[in-house]
């Protein structure tokens, strides 16, 4: 009953696609530069960032209401103070895991150099809890920057 379609409001989903890697020093060569401890230095100028995919639509159900007891806690194997809310779904509708982002009210937003800005999305995903026909998404709000 949880996952009837009335029930379902429109989100979507952001998959963890990796890191980008900070670009490396070269020689006039463009063999990589090591310092005195012959470990590679890295350009200052270039930054390390977490890449996402672009969100993907889906409908789910998220509930605000979190759970009644610890016994509940105890179960999925976390405090309750480390979720906000849960997303219920039927097993195999989409493929998100703990590195997933969800966006609930927001839009999604880019970066100057075209990757999805972590901090515009609604939720990140704390843990994935499968049953036999639905999978619980614990979800932690993640803190809009000012």
Request: hydrophobic share 35%; charged share 25%.
């Amino acid at each position: 009953m949880r996952t009837v379609r009335r029930n379902k409001q429109r989100l979507m989903y952001a998959l963890y696609k990796g890191v980008s890697v900070a670009e490396l020093v070269r020689d006039r060569d463009g063999n990589p530069m090591l310092d005195e401890n012959g470990d590679y230095i890295y350009d200052d100028s270039s930054t390390s960032d977490i890449l996402y995919d672009d969100p993907v639509p889906f409908f789910g159900n998220i509930a605000f209401s979190k759970g009644s007891g610890e016994a509940e806690s105890v179960a999925y194997g976390i405090s309750l103070a480390d979720y906000d809310s849960t997303l219920i779904m039927n097993v195999g509708e989409i493929p998100i895991d703990e590195t997933s982002l969800i966006f609930k009210d927001s839009i999604p937003e880019y970066d100057a150099n075209g990757n999805l800005k972590r901090d515009s999305a609604d939720f990140s995903v704390v843990k994935v809890q499968p049953s036999l026909n639905t999978v619980m998404y614990l979800l932690k709000r993640i803190v809009k920057n000012a």
